[in-house]
Every structure is written in structure tokens, then in C-alpha cells.
């Protein structure tokens, strides 16, 4: 392949790789191995201190990867502009490479680990010619926790170093805490694109070609070609999900795309909820809730990833692995996200959001009205009559969660808190009901198996296009689907068995009127459904009965207090039969697609749905 017909140099046939004092020596071989094959000029193994990472962002401040914002009006912070050809994770150049298919199963790509490796090593042959390569060891929770684990990362991209440094606990501390008998996942990185002596590099090298390849029975990422988030950063969705989903299976626990959230109810009471939401379809919005009720208030955990795991009494706690939030910039803002806005104030990463002229960032939906003039995220001039937006739709901040205003006290409690409800939502149009409560755990995960979701930018593919997206896993699950849905039953009558599970729930803020407008205003007025949820699990408000499962009884729910006129109310609860059977049948091809593996009690769950679809009027 084109990688490979560059000129490079041939392997070293030794490279000096020093290592930090007490290093694993599993892990000293393991870089030696990769230094010899992908010959950087460097090893440099990070230590994760405030000066590594300040000497990281002065050099790329220097060559042009990083541009410096205004210190005055966002102190410490700077902006990235990829390349336009590398904006979002690549599903479909993700792979899952299972010794067997049916463990990747159909909604994965599967590539035999033995052609995958001889591939990889093609690719990753002097692939960091001219490079630095640089060792991370990090940990996923706090540093030796019950449930916290590690990894190893090693990346040619400084970005990538200081995104990682942000987003998890990475450097000295970690590799600490990694001994011979510790696990830990082999992440390794580059962005493809060797130098040649003497050429000049880019300001965001990468590789037309990409491989984000993992191998969940050695617990190993291989990517290449990227330097974007998901696709680079590989703590985050390929291992804390990808991986993380092999081992739960293996280990009894479960790793969820859902961020963590804490809620004090106006009598004092609090509940720990977990929600799954598909890419940018608002976990870190709702992570972040303001309550317009008087008397409830939110406390932010996590905003993407939980791993939910049974607790010393056999109830479910969960964790929230990463320390930062790498969140969607677009429509976050003063009147839907004060609080994220009261977090990106200082030490804050941008990637291709917007220039202002006086140096600090702009994204659609951060104000009303766009600023006179900006720089777009291509480096264009951009002004509000372009037809084209300022900001690239998946564009992100990266920042510490430790400076988020609402972040909660226990968020990083190493026992991780008590489970009371999980909650799966997505982008519907239509058919799904603004809130639902499942009538039993397996029918909660019915709810999860047949999630549904318009396709957004954080990703490849055509914006808004309906797929199912379930457990809001599809991108992320490194074990066959339909085996993960089992692991959930099993997880969940565990449970049960243990003196009770979570409540499971569904909501869509998304639903559209005739003319295509959203039925619910969303953000802060979505507590008027969490705390409908959360006096459910109290018995202190009513339902009924409906092929969604529990939704609000008349008046549970003051909708005119959000704003919601009695018209819009009945549209968020409408039930249109020849569309919710449409839905079924195309829920059952759905688990159809999984063949046999679908467990018999989702099967059952989707009869019911039916049954209650048939008695509609
Ligand atoms: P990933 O980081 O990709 O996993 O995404 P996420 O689920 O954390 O998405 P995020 O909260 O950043 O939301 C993405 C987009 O959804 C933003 O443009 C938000 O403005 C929009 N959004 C979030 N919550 C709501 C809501 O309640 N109603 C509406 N209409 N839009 C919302
Ligand atoms: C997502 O796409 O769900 C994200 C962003 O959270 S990324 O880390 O790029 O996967
Ligand atoms: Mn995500």
C-alpha cells in the first residue's frame, strides 16, 4: 500500500529506548519491539507533569499545530485545525478482530487477526521515520481502584499526548501501579506519516489509509492514519468500550457509552443515574443539566463512558473511567449549556472550531448571532452570509472534568456510586415517546437492543439518516451485539438477585412537528422527565400502560411549566399504528440480522411490543 512505496529508512537495527525506573519490564519490551519496527528518532516516555505538557504545546505552538488564544479571554487555552480529511472517527475503518467472526458478529467489521497483524505491520513499518515516539502509560478510573485499569499507549502525535493527559490519568502515577501480574491493554498509534530526512512536517499529520483495529482477546488497539479523537485517542472508545466490553463479558461487568449523573431530589434524596445516548446526541448536555425546577439539582460524573459493575453487596456502582470530557462544541451555549460554557473559561484544547478576531473561539450555537467576521475552521475567512458553517459539526473542546463547576464530589470515588436508574435515549423524529419507563429489567434491555438514532457528525455517514444504534454501542461494542445483550441480562438478574437492579427508562428530546421543529425544548426543562423517572423508582407519581412500556398518567408531568402547550404534549406521546408496526417489523429484522444469538427474552419483549401495537385503535 502507498505507506509502505514511501521512501523510508530501513528499521533500525537498534534504537536506544531508556525506560523510567520500576517500568514493567512487559512493557519496556513491548516499546523496545515497536521503536525497532516503526523507527522514530525518539523515545520519550511522558511522566504526565504540568511541564511535559507545557513543552508539548510551546512546540506545537511553533510548528503550527497549535494556535495560542487570547491569554486574557480564555487563559491557557488553544486551538487545533485538522485536516479536513480527518474530522471524526472512521466506523468504517474500524475493525474487530475476534479469532472468531461470530465474536465480532454482523454489525462489526472482522478482519482475522492474522491478516490484520500482517497488515498493521506493513503499515506501521518506519512509520514514525523522522518522530518522536512517545510512551503513556495511564489508568482508566482513579489510580488503584477496584475497578480502575490500565494501559499503555505509545503515539508519534504530541496532540495526541496532551489529549490523552487531559483525558485520562496518565504518566508516573499510573505506570506505578502496573506490576507483573497487572492487565493492562497494548494501545499503539500513529499518524502514518513518516518524514523523510530533511522534509518539512505538517501542522496535523496523518494518513489517507486508516486502520483502527482492535484484538479483544489480547486486549490490543492498533490505529493508524488518524490523529481525531476516538480514532487516536485509544483509552476512550477502543479501549474504555471496545476492549473494555471484552473483558466485562469476561469479568462480569458492563462498559456503556453513558455519561454518570447525581441528582438530589427536593426532599434530600439522591439518585445516581447512568444514561446512553449515541454520539452527539446529548450526554454531556444532560450530564451538565441546570434544573428549571425549583428544588432538584444535578451534579455532573461523567459525560461519555460508565463502567457499571456489581458492588461488595452484588448491587450495581458505576465509574466513570476517563478524567476529561471531549465534547461537542456546536450548540453548546449560554442558554442550553451554562454549564459547559462555566468549564471551557480556561485550559481548554478546541479542534476546528472557529477563530474570533480577537483570538478566542466561536462555534454555531454559542451565541445568537455570529460574529461579524471569523476565521473558519479551515483558516478561511468566514463572515455570516458564507454558506458554509464556521465550525466543523463534530467539532470538540478537550478538558479537564476536574474544572467543570458542577462536577460532583464523588466522581472520582474509586468504589464508583450506587446505580439507581439507566436511561437509553436517541435522535427520533418520530414514534418514540419523550419518556417511557421499562416494566422489567429484560424489557429495559429490549429498549437498549432496539435503540434507534439519526446519524449525526460525529462520525462518517449521511447526517440524520435512521439507523439502529443499540445500547448506543454500535460503533463501540468489541463482542458480537447480540452476546453483549445476554451479558446484560445476566448482569442485571444478578442484580436482581442481589437485592434489586437500576430502573431502566427511554426518552427522545428529538421528536418533530409536522413542520419539522423540535415538540420539547430539551436541556435545562428535561428534568420535568428525569424527575417524573426518579418518583417513579419513589411510587410518588403514576403511569400507564403503553407499547413503550410506562409512560406519564395525565398531568404527572407539568408540561406548561416547560414551556409545552397541550397540542405539543399529545404529538410527544402521540401513537401512530401503521408507523409503531412499520417500527416493529423493522425492529425484528433488526434482531433478525443476529440470527440465533438473540436472546430468547428480547425475542419475547419485542411479541409483547407487538401485542400492544395490535390492541391500538
Ligand atoms: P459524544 O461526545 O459524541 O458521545 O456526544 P454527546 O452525547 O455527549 O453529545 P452532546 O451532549 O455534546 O450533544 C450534541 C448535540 O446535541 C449538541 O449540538 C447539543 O446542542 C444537542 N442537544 C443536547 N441536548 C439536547 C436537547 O435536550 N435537545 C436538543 N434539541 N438538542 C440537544
Ligand atoms: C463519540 O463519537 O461518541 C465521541 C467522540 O464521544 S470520539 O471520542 O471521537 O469517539
Ligand atoms: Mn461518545
Redesign the pocket.
Known sequence: MAIIDQPLREPAASVSVPSPDGADPRIVAWVERLALHATPDEVVWCDGSQPERARLIRDMVDAGTLVALDDAKRPGSYLARSNPEDVARVESRTFICSEKEEDAGPTNNWVPPSAMRETLHGMFRGAMTGRTMYVMPFAMGPIGGPLTRYGVQVTDSPYVVVSMGTMTRMGHAALAEIGPDTEWVRCAHTVGAPLAPGQADVPWPCNPIKYISHFPETREVWSHGSAYGGNAILAKKAFALRIASAIGQDEGWLAA?M?LLKVTNPRGRVFHVAAA??????????AMLQPTIPGWKVETLG??IAWIAPGPDGRLRAINPEAGF???A???GWS??PVAMDTLTHDVVFTNVALTDDGDVWWE?MTDEAPAHLTDWLGQDWTPDADRPAAHPNSRFTVSAAQCPTISDDWDDPAGVPLDAIIFGGRRATNVPLVSQAASWEHGVFMGATLASER?A?AEGTVGELRRDPFAMLPFCGVNMADHWQHWLEVGEKAEAAGGAPAIFQVN??RKDADGK?L????GE?IHALAWMLDRIEGRTGAVTSPFGLVPEDGAIDHAAAGVSDEQWSALFGLDKAALSAEADDAAAFLDSYGAKVPVEVREQLAVMRGAIDSLD
Open positions: 457509552h455519561l445516548f449515541p454520539s452527539a446526541c446529548g450526554k454531556t448536555n444532560f459525560d461519555d471531549f465534547g461537542v456546536p450548540g453548546t442550553t449549556n450555537g449525526t460525529a428530546w428529538f423540535f420539547w425544548p430539551g436541556f428535561n
